[in-house]
């Protein structure tokens, strides 16, 4: 199956790549069908591009035929799966003149700049961070790593591998990081993985379910806090959003909360000072330099009143845009339409890409 197109047509081709091996599989074909929903077609030709929990990739017929019907006839959730295709032809193949690649994988061999090394060697725009910054902030440990090269603040933390952990370590890490603490597998979003310990017990379990998903675990102490978020785009010159406010359902953010109960509260814009939300978005978009960022982040802090103010969380360089995700919903509170959004994104996607062939065509 390739894509047969009008030579006049001088719409952008729009490939949108979803699915993908990790567990946020779901996430990610939830995501791609609000984005499929929301693109102008009079702008772009959309490609739809699965990628199976198998690793295989298609073009996913399914989710074409239900787009050629017109976005209502799309589901809530696209199907990865369908005519199977080699992965650089699934991107390099697909139509003529301007193409560009939305990679709306979350999680490893997606998130983490595998895709985006394929891309790269493919000489294809694509939206989102580049090789480097999206390894970096998939990597939690590394990412806390640069965040205290850089003096942004952060919780007390330390990252494990899993050869590095004897059964004295959970006894330790609660001596010296105090409890409870979170445990989380280093390279994976969505929540999934994550773990709040209040008993050293608790800890020694939470490592081996985070020790399921990575081989990597960083323990971090619980900060008694708000939860803000701040949605960042652009490349050189990024900008952002109004924060929000996460008032979550369950004990804290989890995946359920995220993606299934919807039982978490959105406060945008956050209910805090001038001084605090210009303070929490020069911090934001000093983490998305700090991390290499480029197209569109969404950075997370922990907010500890009285304390230490403003803390780190985490940087998610391809957030969701489910109906109930915050960067999106941030984003349309700073006055850009959704669909503005994917534009916008697109557009950075040229831009860092005619940067880059500047640097690495001689």
Not at 117 to 125: F, H, K, R, V, Y
Not at 166 to 177: F, K, N, V, Y
């Amino acid at each position: 199956m390739t894509a047969e197109t009008d030579s006049s047509d001088d719409r952008i081709n729009l490939i949108v790549v979803f699915g993908g091996q990790s567990a946020e599989h779901d996430v990610s074909c939830t995501t791609a069908a609000h984005v499929l929903r929301a693109a102008d077609p009079a702008k772009y030709r959309i490609t739809p591009v699965g990628i199976g929990r198998d690793g295989q990739w298609s073009l996913a017929s399914a989710a074409s035929a239900a787009l050629a019907q017109g976005p209502q006839a799309l589901p809530g959730r696209l199907d990865a799966t369908g005519d199977a295709i080699e992965p650089t032809l699934a991107v390099a193949s697909q139509g003529s003149g301007r193409k560009v690649v939305m990679p709306l994988l979350h999680g490893p061999l997606g998130e983490d700049g595998t895709l985006q090394g394929l891309l790269e060697l493919a000489n294809l725009p694509y939206v989102g961070t580049g090789v480097l910054g999206s390894a970096v902030g998939m990597d939690k440990g590394m990412a806390k790593q640069v965040a205290a090269a850089h003096g942004i603040p952060q919780a007390r933390y330390e990252a494990l591998r899993a050869h590095e952990i004897s059964p004295i370590t959970p006894a330790r890490l609660a001596a010296e990081l105090g409890l409870p603490v979170f445990v989380k597998p280093a390279n994976m979003g969505s929540s999934v993985g994550v773990s709040k310990a209040k008993t050293v017990e608790a800890l020694r379990d939470a490592i081996e379910v985070a020790l399921s998903y990575d081989e990597w675990v960083v323990v971090e102490e619980a900060i008694d806090g708000r939860e803000i978020e701040v949605a960042v785009l652009g490349n050189l010159e990024p900008r952002a959003s109004v924060p929000g406010e996460i008032v979550p359902g369950a004990e804290f953010y989890d995946y359920a909360d995220k993606y299934v109960d919807d039982g978490s509260q959105c406060l945008i814009p956050a209910p805090l000072t001038p001084a605090q939300t210009a303070e929490v978005q020069a911090l934001a978009i000093a983490t998305f330099n700090a991390m290499r960022a480029e197209g569109l982040s969404r950075v997370d802090f922990f907010l500890e009143e009285p304390g230490r103010g403003f803390l780190l969380n985490e940087i998610n360089t391809m957030p969701g845009f489910t109906p109930i995700s915050m960067y999106p919903k941030m984003w349309m509170a700073s006055g850009l339409t959704y669909s503005q959004l994917i534009d916008e994104m697109v557009q950075l996607a040229f831009e860092r890409h005619s940067r880059r062939r500047r640097n690495t065509s001689h």
